[in-house]
């Protein structure tokens, strides 16, 4: 085979050479192709950071092209997640429990809270936590108020089967309510803001501290963490350029999030405070309280009976929100 040079000659070589560079160049300088990412977001003032992210498009500065459910709870959340419909998503450290004691994959890869969400709102003639006693209280069964409305049983000296427990849809919360179907229910906002909007002279809000701090968590599936760790770290890159931008200004954050899931901007920058946003995870703390809440569904029969509690250790993976930070 004749030589290039011989070929083109050494000008026809220059020209070649150059072009040659000049297409290096330009490949290394392209961007590379853009990802899609499939979101499930829950509806509550917890999720501020998955907001921020939306609103500042921090998705798309971490080349990622975001599609966005919202859901009316984490548990929809999780299904979603579970049934292929998001690959990343938010949702309380009680449903991982239970999704783990189930045999399910859900992973835990930062957490962008932690704090007490719950509160108990009720018809007036309820006037304290312990005058549940006898009445009919919603909650949504396997979450987080779930273990909250045990917790504040145990603490007013009740049990189980002191009220009549009525799981719902939190969709169905406040409706229920202003029917007449139960006298009060366990959530957060703005679900609590909503039911008195009903009527003041109706219903009202009983906030009892204490009894238990949640975590709002960024959860996948462990085939995502195998299979897409790179979508995953750029997720994460984006969440916490939205941390950040929350600490830089909260107000704003606050209002934005309040629109997002149509609350009083006032009654969100009260609530915001309560939060504590800190995108992180502390698996030493997550694990000790996912070990506790499993204990407590298994003890009290909220699993299947050969159900077996997981080393939660491998629940909590840091290596995702290790490695954003490294990069």
């Known amino acids: 085979m004749m030589p290039i040079a011989a070929v083109v000659g050494r000008r026809g070589l220059a020209r070649v050479v150059g072009a040659m560079a000049l297409a290096i160049?330009?490949?290394?300088?392209?961007?590379?192709?853009?990802?899609?990412?499939?979101?499930?977001?829950?509806?509550?003032?917890?999720?501020?950071?998955f907001f921020v992210a939306d609103h500042d498009k921090t998705w798309q500065k971490q080349g990622l092209v975001p599609n966005v459910s919202t859901f009316a709870s984490g548990r929809l959340v999780l299904d979603a997640l579970v049934g292929g419909g998001v690959v990343i998503g938010t949702a309380a450290e009680t449903l991982v429990v239970f999704a783990t004691l189930n045999g399910l994959p859900v992973r835990i890869i930062a957490t962008l809270n932690r704090h007490e969400p719950f509160d108990l709102v009720a018809i007036k003639d309820i006037k304290t936590n312990k005058d549940i006693k006898g009445r009919r209280i919603g909650?949504?069964?396997?979450?987080?108020?779930?273990?909250?409305?045990?917790?504040?049983?145990?603490?007013?000296?009740?049990?189980?089967?002191?009220?009549?427990?009525?799981?719902?849809?939190?969709?169905?919360?406040?409706?229920?309510?202003?029917?007449?179907?139960?006298?009060?229910?366990?959530?957060?906002?703005?679900?609590?803001?909503?039911?008195?909007?009903?009527?003041?002279?109706?219903?009202?809000?009983?906030?009892?501290?204490?009894?238990?701090?949640?975590?709002?968590?960024?959860?996948?599936?462990?085939?995502?963490?195998?299979?897409k760790p790179d979508l995953l770290v750029k997720a994460l890159k984006a969440l916490t350029e939205a941390d950040d931008n929350i600490k830089r200004n909260p107000d704003v954050a606050a209002t934005l999030t309040a629109e997002r899931i149509k609350l009083d901007p006032v009654i969100a920058k009260v609530f915001w405070k309560r939060t504590n946003v800190k995108f992180d995870i502390d698996k030493a703390a997550l694990v000790a309280l996912l070990e506790e809440q499993a204990k407590w569904a298994v003890e009290n029969k909220l699993v299947r009976p050969d159900a077996e509690i997981p080393d939660f250790n491998t629940v909590v993976v840091t290596s995702v929100l290790d490695r954003a930070r490294r990069e």
């Open 25 to 49: 160049v330009a490949l290394t300088a392209a961007p590379s192709r853009a990802q899609d990412i499939t979101i499930g977001e829950g509806i509550a003032l917890g999720w501020g950071q």
């Open 139 to 227: 909650y949504s069964q396997g979450t987080n108020a779930h273990y909250y409305l045990f917790k504040l049983l145990k603490q007013e000296g009740l049990s189980w089967s002191d009220i009549t427990a009525v799981s719902l849809n939190p969709g169905d919360f406040v409706s229920s309510l202003a029917g007449g179907a139960i006298d009060g229910f366990i959530w957060t906002e703005p679900h609590l803001s909503q039911a008195v909007a009903q009527g003041s002279d109706k219903f009202h809000i009983i906030r009892a501290e204490g009894h238990y701090n949640t975590y709002s968590a960024v959860i996948t599936l462990q085939s995502t963490i195998d299979n």
